[in-house]
């Protein structure tokens, strides 16, 4: 791991990270709440800082991830790039700058990174400039420092366009599912409902799913079977050219 003491920030460049993940309440971001300063307590904020002059971009994300939440070995993959001259806007977040930068004023271009993470493998630990770190629901974030809510945004758009070609949603599951799991998931990715009798006709169809021919236990409800993702069905299709998973 680098250490800050021997390499030097770069002032004008940073990275953040949008961590999904998915439980009952559905599809979750996971954000920071950044030590407080005087006065009242700061928005969340992604997961980011900025990156040293001699590191690459993608070890600056892992890197920057772990400091701020514990979290390592993860997939993640680059959204792009925000560099808008209003990211610097709100007098809180220029209010927290002066706590903890050298050039609190320098303008900051960002290069942001998502990833799908199962919640039930990973724990998150704050350190850092973070308090805590939290899973909130995204359709209950509206508001987030700097021009984060737009970078969530993005990753989201993104995450949308990628689950029509390849079932990345299984990321966000255990090994182990029912399909109304499934099902719930991809509601929650897109934002809308999906009929249940079509989604599971067309899931069951592509073959990316296959039966553990056992139920669930110790549910207050009519037990479902249980399945798991069929990797070498989803394999072949890719093989075959197939690339529309999408609902």
């Not at 030097?8 to 999904?20: A, M, R, W, Y």
């Not at 900051?108 to 939290?134: D, G, R």
């Not at 073959?207 to 056992?214: A, Q, T």
Request: charged residues 30%.
């Amino acid at each position: 791991m680098i250490s800050k003491k021997m390499h030097k920030l770069n002032p004008k460049i940073s990275t953040d990270c949008v961590i999904f993940g998915f439980d009952e309440d559905g599809l979750q971001v996971l954000l920071i709440e950044r030590k407080p300063i005087a006065g009242p307590t700061e928005n969340k904020a992604l997961p980011g800082d900025l990156i040293f002059d001699d590191e690459d971009l993608d070890d600056a994300a892992n890197r920057v991830l772990k400091e701020l939440t514990g979290l390592t070995d993860i997939f993640l993959e680059q959204i792009g790039a925000f560099g808008s001259p209003e990211r610097l806007s709100k007098p809180e977040d220029k209010k927290w700058l002066e706590s903890v930068r050298q050039y609190p004023d320098e303008r900051v271009i960002t290069i942001a990174y998502y990833s799908l993470v199962n919640k039930n493998l990973y724990q998150p630990q704050a350190s850092s400039f973070a308090q805590n770190a939290v899973w909130v629901p995204v359709e209950q974030v509206e508001d987030l420092a700097f021009d984060h809510f737009e970078i969530l945004q993005a990753a989201l758009k993104q995450l949308r366009s990628k689950l029509r070609t390849q079932p990345i949603g299984f990321n966000l599951l255990p090994e182990n599912f029912v399909l109304s799991d499934l099902h719930k998931l991809y509601e929650s990715i897109l934002g809308r409902p999906l009929d249940k009798r079509n989604f599971r006709r067309k899931i069951n169809k592509l073959g990316i799913v296959e039966s553990l021919n056992k139920k669930q236990t110790g549910v207050p409800h009519k037990p479902s079977l249980i399945y798991k993702f069929n990797e070498g069905n989803y394999e072949r299709l890719m093989k075959e050219g197939y690339d529309n998973f999408g609902f």
